[in-house]
């Protein structure tokens, strides 16, 4: 084998675990865990980065069911007392979008702020 051929299998290597490293990357989307205990979320309010989608993981300490909702953010999902959820996210331009346990929205709220 030449170097020239060397060459392009090395560079076709090199695209196949680029591809491959992108797939694994969209698996593993940034993941905020949140806590609700007492009607409060902790924290009650995150940060993420415009144009990338995510998850928000829910711990819900509760022996009570809470309902994760957002209405802009496109999600609404029961965690059973003391148990946990996963919610995934799409990409959000920039603002800060409000979340609630739909069981006790005017209390129990939290934002989640895109920038
Ligand atoms: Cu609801």
Redesign the pocket.
């Known amino acids: 084998m030449n170097m020239r051929k060397l060459q392009v299998i090395a560079a076709l290597l090199a695209v196949a675990l680029g591809a491959s490293g992108f797939a694994a990357s969209a698996d593993e989307m940034k993941t905020y865990e949140i806590t609700v205990k007492d009607k409060v979320f902790t924290p009650n309010q995150i940060t993420v980065k415009a144009g990338e989608p995510f998850r928000i993981k829910l711990k819900n300490a509760n022996p009570m069911p809470v ?1 994760l ?1 957002s209405s802009k953010l496109g999600f ?1 999902k029961v965690a059973a007392g003391f148990s946990d959820i996963l919610v995934n996210v799409r990409a959000q331009a920039p603002g800060t979008y409000t979340f609630f346990d ?1 069981f006790h929205p005017k209390e129990t709220t939290g934002q989640v702020v895109v920038q």
């Open positions: 309902e909702e609404e739909d």
